[in-house]
């Protein structure tokens, strides 16, 4: 019998226990979390405010209960709260542990081996990652110019399973009008996932529409507009049929006690998400305007971020720059299409603190 032994066995033998799809694969890069304080993060549109005090109030109390037994499986309490807020009986909602495991959950359930997936480009690139994992073959299909999607973005195809659609998109901040959507889902063969992890900072999103057309199913997190990104809570809207299936896929107990407690505080305070929302709308205002006074060219934003890159000075170097100034902006750079800074709106003192620091360097 041949026995591993990391001492002995080169690092080539472990790979081939691996499936070909995982070891030609690269894995999700998530932004840089400093572990050193001090730094203004502006670079994975985190709330920079807190989450209503109910969440810790709420936590407290599960924490009383005690954590020896199994978590509702379904996260009920959840379920029954957002479908109070957004008009849906608790059966069109399925709760997850962030909006990636909703979306891991649907690319398993949808998607095998051999099978397309397609999404739009640049934009979230978790969504190959999954379809990599599934050894389904990615379409990725480039934005337009204008960020409207182009017509082969609608075009059916044979073995197609799956359209993911980010809307507000990243690292854009753009948005598709949900009419749109509507009619792009009418003439898919299949699921079209809209990823609205940025809704709530947004002038419209997919809710009715998921009524309306069952082939849409819509995603949100409370990772951004609720402050709860530490949480890990997300969920799915999408026909009670679908909901049933996905059910059998994901894991048992995908939520844990305390955060389906503190998420059911959380989605039940919309007067605390309403004021941090418009909050933070004002700051993305100054924001843009800021960086447009120096020289940016910045594109209007429906997300709590904006994208934006400079004619003379290179995005890299500037990144570089406010880093070595514990200024943490996200810089993108997507092969075949170009590069730039995500800024995440922050407080309007950080964002003062980031302006101030691009004027000499721009
Ligand atoms: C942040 C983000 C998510 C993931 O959110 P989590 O709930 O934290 O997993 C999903 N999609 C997009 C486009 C995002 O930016």
């Given at each position: 019998m041949k026995t591993f032994d990391t001492r002995s066995e080169s690092v080539s033998d472990v790979d081939a226990l691996f499936r070909p799809n995982i070891r030609a694969m690269e894995g999700y890069t998530p932004g840089e979390q400093p572990q050193e304080s001090g730094f203004v993060k502006?670079?994975?549109?985190?709330?920079p405010y807190p989450p209503s005090p109910k969440v810790e109030q709420a936590i407290r109390r599960a924490l009383l209960r005690g954590l020896q037994k199994y978590p509702d499986p379904l996260a009920t309490a959840f379920r029954v709260a957002a479908g109070k807020v957004f008009g849906f009986d608790p059966d069109w909602i399925l709760a997850g542990n962030g909006s990636d495991d909703i979306l891991t959950i649907c690319t398993r359930a949808f998607v095998g081996t051999g099978h397309r997936i397609r999404y739009p480009y640049p934009s979230y690139l978790l969504y190959g990652v999954l379809g990599r994992l599934q050894e389904a073959k990615i379409e990725e299909v480039m934005f337009r110019p204008d960020w409207n999607l182009p017509e082969e973005f609608a075009v059916p195809e044979e073995d197609l399973r799956l359209c993911y659609l980010p809307n507000p998109n990243s690292p854009s901040g753009t948005m598709i009008r949900p009419p749109t959507i509507e009619a792009l889902a009418e003439r898919l063969p299949c699921p079209l996932l809209v990823?609205?992890?940025?809704?709530?900072?947004?002038?419209?999103?997919c809710l009715d529409s998921v009524r309306r057309c069952q082939r849409i199913l819509v995603s949100r997190t409370l990772s951004k507009s609720y402050a709860l990104a530490g949480l890990r809570f997300g969920f799915l809207i999408a026909h009670p049929d679908i909901i049933r299936q996905l059910r059998k896929v994901k894991d048992s107990y995908n939520c844990d006690a305390l955060s389906i407690a503190a998420a059911t505080a959380a989605i039940e305070d919309q007067a605390w998400l309403r004021e941090n929302r418009a909050k933070i709308l004002a700051t993305r205002a100054r924001l843009s305007a800021g960086l447009g006074e120096l020289g940016f060219q910045v594109l209007d934003s429906q997300a709590n971020f904006v994208w934006c890159t400079h004619q003379e000075r290179k995005a890299e170097d500037l990144f570089a720059a406010l880093k070595r100034q514990k200024i943490l902006v996200r810089y993108m750079v997507y092969p075949r299409w170009g590069d730039g800074l995500r800024i995440t709106v922050g407080t309007d003192a950080e964002i003062d603190t980031l302006l101030e620091a691009l004027k000499p360097i721009v």
């Open positions: 502006l670079n994975t549109n985190e709330n990823d609205e992890a940025y809704a709530d900072f947004a002038d419209e999103n």
